[in-house]
C-alpha cells in the first residue's frame, strides 16, 4: 500500500507542524513560522538548520517484508545518513555522500512482526512522499512530549550518522516524543523562545553554551531562562545539560569551566531545573570527538548512555 502525506503524518515523529509541497513531498517543521523568520532574518547559517530534518523518525511496529519512499534534499550540510533499524539494532543504512538529490530508496525487512524505526538525516533538509509498504502497519505510542534545546551536538553533528546523535541514542533508551530544535551554531538567546501555539511540552531539555563560553557576561544565560520560564511556567520540569567537555582551545580550559559553573549556578536557581553536569557525560579524550568539539560515534553513545543513567537517578 502505498500512504498518503496525511497517513505517512501517523508514523512520522519529531515535527511541530508539516506541510505538502506543490510536487507532492511532504516536509516537517520543528519551529514555528515566527522562530524560522526570526532565524531567516538573523543568520543564513542558522535558518539552513533550523530548516533541516535533525533526525525526526518513523516509527511502527509490522510484520511487512519491503518499505520504501522518495525523497527530496532541498540542502545538504554535514552528510549522514538514513537509517533503518529493526528491533532496536542497525539493519540498513543508506549515506547521504552516496546519493542523489532525488530518488527512491528500497529496503527490505525481515520476516516476523518487528519495531521499526527509519532515521532521517540531521544536517540535510529532506522530503519524502509516496512511503510504500507490503503489510499493516502499527504507529509508535511514545512517552512524555519533550522539547530539546541546543546546539550542533543536539542537531546531530559529529558521529555522521543519524542513528548515533546523542539525542538518537538516548531516546531509543527513553522514547520520548522529541521536538529536537537543536540548530547549528547556536547559543543561549532567548530571541528564539516563542510560544508555540497548540504545543505544550511535558518536559524540556535545555543543552546550549559551548558556543558562547567567552561571553563578558552571563546576561544571555539569565534572560535565556528568564524567558523559558514566561513562556512555560515554572511547573513543567527542565533539565539543564551544561557544555561536555571540549579539547580543541585548551589555553582556555580555565574560561570554559567558568562558564560551565555559571551556568549549572543560574539554571540550578529555578524549582523545577535540575542541573547534569555535561562534564561527567563524554570522556575528556581526542578520540572521542571529530574535532575535539562534536562527539563522534564513540563518544554520543557514551554521552547518551551516560544521560540516561543520570535521568533515571534523578527519577
Not at 509498504?133 to 530539546?148: M, R, S
Not at 497548540?198 to 563578558?216: H, M, W
Not at 551544561?242 to 540550578?268: T, Y
Not at 571529530?290 to 543513567?309: A, F, K, M
Request: with cysteine; aromatic share 14%.
Amino acid at each position: 500500500m502505498v500512504l498518503s502525506n496525511k497517513e505517512l503524518k501517523n508514523i512520522y515523529f519529531g515535527a511541530y507542524f508539516f506541510e505538502d509541497t506543490d510536487d507532492g513531498y511532504l516536509q516537517a517543521f520543528q519551529y514555528s513560522k515566527a522562530q524560522m523568520d526570526y532565524f531567516r532574518k538573523a543568520m543564513d547559517f542558522w535558518y539552513d538548520r533550523c530548516m533541516a530534518t535533525t533526525v525526526k523518525t518513523l516509527e511502527f511496529t509490522t510484520q511487512a517484508t519491503q518499505i520504501s519512499f522518495e525523497y527530496k534534499f532541498l540542502w545538504r550540510g554535514s552528510e549522514d545518513s538514513f537509517e533503518l533499524w529493526i528491533d532496536s539494532l542497525a539493519s540498513q543504512i543508506e549515506y547521504v555522500k552516496d546519493l542523489p538529490q532525488e530518488g527512491t530508496i528500497k529496503w527490505s525487512l525481515p520476516a516476523g512482526k518487528k519495531q521499526t524505526v527509519i532515521y532521517l538525516p540531521s544536517d540535510a533538509t529532506v522530503l519524502i512522499k509516496n512511503f510504500t509498504i507490503n503489510g499493516d502497519f502499527t504507529p509508535a505510542v511514545k512517552n512524555e512530549k519533550v522539547l530539546w534545546l541546543g546546539d550542533s551536538i543536539t542537531q546531530g553533528y559529529g558521529p555522521l550518522r543519524s542513528a548515533h546523535t546523542y539525542v538518537s541514542v538516548a531516546n531509543r533508551l527513553l522514547n520520548y516524543d522529541i521536538l529536537n530544535q537543536g540548530i547549528g551554531g547556536y547559543v543561549y538567546d532567548k530571541k528564539s523562545l516563542m510560544k508555540m501555539d497548540g504545543y505544550t511540552p511535558d518536559k524540556i531539555i535545555v543543552a546550549l553554551g559551548t558556543n558562547q563560553y567567552g561571553s563578558e557576561t552571563m546576561t544571555d544565560v539569565e534572560e535565556y531562562y528568564e524567558r523559558l520560564m514566561e513562556i512555560y511556567g515554572n511547573e513543567i520540569p527542565v533539565l539543564c545539560i551544561s557544555p561536555v567537555w571540549r579539547g580543541d582551545h585548551p589555553e582556555e580550559m580555565d574560561i570554559f569551566l567558568r562558564f560551565c559553573d555559571n551556568v549549572k549556578k543560574i539554571a540550578g536557581s529555578y524549582k523545577n531545573v535540575k542541573v547534569i553536569d555535561g562534564l561527567t557525560l563524554v570522556p575528556h579524550r581526542s578520540e572521542y570527538y571529530i574535532d575535539n568539539l562534536h562527539p563522534n560515534c564513540l563518544g554520543t553513545e557514551e554521552y547518551g548512555r551516560n544521560l540516561v543513567e543520570a535521568i533515571r537517578k534523578m527519577k
